[in-house]
C-alpha cells in the first residue's frame, strides 16, 4: 500500500500558526523543492493568495477577516476575496456606482496600480474616460459606463462660480497673489481637484490664469510631483526690515 509523502496538514499547522508564509518556506516545510508540490497540497486547505508583493504569500481562507469591500491584510500583505490585483481592480471598477480614479483605487489597495490598469484597459476589461484631464476607469458596458460617468459628476459642486460672492472672489484673488509661481499653481490645482468635473476651467476663469497652469498644478499634486525645496525660491517673500539704529 502507497503511504502519501507529503501532507497538506503540515502546512495547515504552519500557516495556522504563521498566518502567512512564502512558498520558498512552504517547500521547506514539506521538505520539497518543487513548486508544484506545495500548490498542489495548499489547493486541499484551501488557501488564499496576496495580491500585493506580487502574489508572494499565502494564507488560509478560513483565516481571513476580509471587510466589507473584501479586502484583509496582515502588515503589508494584502489579500482580496475578488483573486490577484487584475481580478479586483475589474471587479472594483466594473460593479462601482461611479467609476474610480487610480488614486482612488491606490488609496483603497495601498500598492501601485497603474501598470495594472494599462492591462486592463488594453485588453478591453475596462474603459478609461478623462474628467478634468484625469482618467476615470469605468465599465466597458456603454450603458452602465454611462450611469457611472453621471453619478460621478452628480457628487461634483455647480459647475459655475456664480454661487461665490464678489467678497470671497477678492480674497481668493488677492490671497493668490501673495504666493509665488509654484504655490499659485498647487492651489489653482487643489481648488480644481475640490471642485470636480470641469474645476480646471472654472479655477482658470475664477484666477485669471491659464486653464494648462490649474491642470498642471492638479497633476502635481495627484502624482505627488511637488519641489518641496522649491515652494519658496531663494530671495522670495517679504523683505526683512531692518531696525535703523
Same mark, same amino acid.
Given at each position: ?106 488609496? $483603497? +489597495?495601498?500598492?501601485? %496600480?497603474? !501598470?495594472?490598469?494599462? &492591462?486592463?484597459?488594453?485588453? #478591453?476589461?475596462?474603459?478609461? =474616460? /478623462? ?89 502635481? $499634486? +495627484?502624482?505627488?510631483? %511637488?519641489? !518641496?525645496?522649491?515652494? &519658496?525660491?531663494?530671495?522670495? #517673500?517679504?523683505?526683512?526690515? =531692518? /531696525?535703523?539704529?
Amino acid at each position: 500500500m502507497n503511504t502519501e509523502r507529503y501532507s497538506s496538514s503540515l502546512l495547515k499547522i504552519y500557516l495556522k500558526t504563521e498566518i502567512v508564509s512564502t512558498l520558498t518556506d512552504l517547500k521547506e516545510v514539506l521538505g520539497t523543492s518543487a513548486s508544484k508540490t506545495v500548490l498542489r497540497k495548499l489547493k486541499e486547505l484551501p488557501c488564499i493568495k496576496s495580491y500585493s508583493h506580487s502574489g508572494s504569500y499565502y494564507s488560509l481562507e478560513e483565516l481571513a477577516q476580509f471587510d466589507k469591500l473584501g479586502l484583509w491584510h496582515i502588515g503589508s500583505v494584502r489579500f482580496s476575496q475578488h483573486g490577484t490585483l487584475v481580478e479586483t481592480l475589474e471587479t472594483f471598477i466594473t460593479t462601482s456606482k461611479s467609476g474610480y480614479f487610480a488614486n482612488e483605487l491606490k488609496e $483603497l +489597495l495601498h500598492v501601485s %496600480v497603474r !501598470e495594472t490598469l494599462l &492591462r486592463l484597459t488594453t485588453s #478591453g476589461l475596462i474603459v478609461r =474616460k /478623462k474628467i478634468s484631464g484625469v482618467y476615470l476607469y469605468c465599465n466597458p458596458e456603454p450603458k452602465i459606463r454611462k450611469k457611472q460617468l453621471m453619478n460621478r459628476q452628480a457628487f461634483k459642486p455647480e459647475t459655475n462660480t456664480a454661487c461665490i460672492s464678489d467678497e470671497v472672489k477678492a480674497s481668493i484673488i488677492l490671497f493668490v497673489s501673495l504666493l509665488d509661481e509654484q504655490q499659485r499653481r498647487l492651489f489653482a490645482g487643489l481648488e480644481s481637484i475640490m471642485w470636480g468635473y470641469g474645476g480646471d476651467r472654472m479655477i482658470a476663469n475664477l484666477l485669471g490664469i491659464n486653464k494648462n497652469t490649474v491642470a498642471k498644478g492638479r497633476q502635481q $499634486l +495627484l502624482s505627488q510631483n %511637488v519641489d !518641496e525645496n522649491n515652494i &519658496r525660491q531663494s530671495g522670495g #517673500g517679504r523683505k526683512s526690515i =531692518k /531696525k535703523n539704529t
